[in-house]
């Protein structure tokens, strides 16, 4: 299994609700990661997991909010999102973090209205 | 600051010629490069890595070359087919430990 698996593939919510982006991996990976895409451009980092603990926030406003509850998950909770906060965000994964290949997820699109 | 960018936006080139994909980086520490392809609406795909220690790396239809001496990266695909048509990324592992950090990425467009 090589699957990074992201939940909802889509998502849409107002600028005062609250929501979670969910990521999920069974590879055994320690280090996890957040990125979030604008269209045409490459993907930014915002969050690094390591062995569950926060290793890197990429100065990300505190309206995102990570959380690794085990190994296998990683969540992003949002709040009071702003419309420009829509992009697609992308979960990675990686054996340990240092010098092994990534795998990501399909991502979820979020749109703010 | 360090970044890794990428000579060229939009790549064409017929089906079955071969492709090159270009990536200048500027961090010196860098000691590990991955290639993505990242096809519409999915997330980025693997495609090979290279470490610093090596000059070239081939898989499938692909290969890698590094050249540390100008700090470049490049991607080779042969014989390429319109299932190549992606937008590809070069990514650095930073020498934070584990900041994986994209390049500006190119659109190769296959024409049949």
């Known amino acids: 299994d090589t699957e990074v698996t992201q939940t909802p593939k889509h998502l849409v919510m107002g600028m005062t609700n609250k929501k979670s982006l969910k990521c999920e991996q069974h590879m055994g990976h320690r280090a996890m990661y957040w990125y979030k895409q604008k269209a045409k451009k490459p993907p930014e980092l915002m969050f690094v997991?390591?062995?569950?603990?926060?290793?890197i926030n990429e100065s990300v406003p505190s309206r995102f909010s990570p959380e690794c509850p085990n190994s296998s998950l990683l969540n992003l909770h949002l709040h009071a999102l702003q419309p420009e906060d829509s992009a697609l965000y992308l979960c990675?994964?990686?054996?340990?973090?240092?010098?092994?290949?990534?795998?990501f997820g399909q991502g979820t699109r979020l749109t703010v209205v | 600051g360090e970044s890794v960018g990428l000579h060229l936006p939009t790549l064409s080139v017929q089906e079955g010629d071969n492709s090159i994909i270009n990536c200048a980086y500027s961090n010196s520490a860098s000691d590990y490069f991955i290639w993505y392809k990242q096809e519409s609406g999915k997330g980025p795909q693997f495609i090979i890595d290279?470490?610093?220690?090596?000059d070239k790396r081939q898989g499938q239809r692909v290969t890698v070359l590094l050249n540390k001496t100008v700090k470049h990266l490049s991607l080779q695909i042969a014989a390429t087919q319109p299932g190549d048509s992606a937008v590809y990324f070069c990514a650095e592992l930073g020498n934070a430990g584990n900041m994986l950090t994209f390049g500006g990425g190119t659109r190769l467009m296959v024409k049949p």
């Open positions: 290279i470490r610093s220690n090596m």
């Open positions: 990675a994964s990686s054996l340990t973090g240092t010098g092994t290949e990534a795998f």
């Open positions: 997991y390591s062995y569950e603990k926060l290793s």
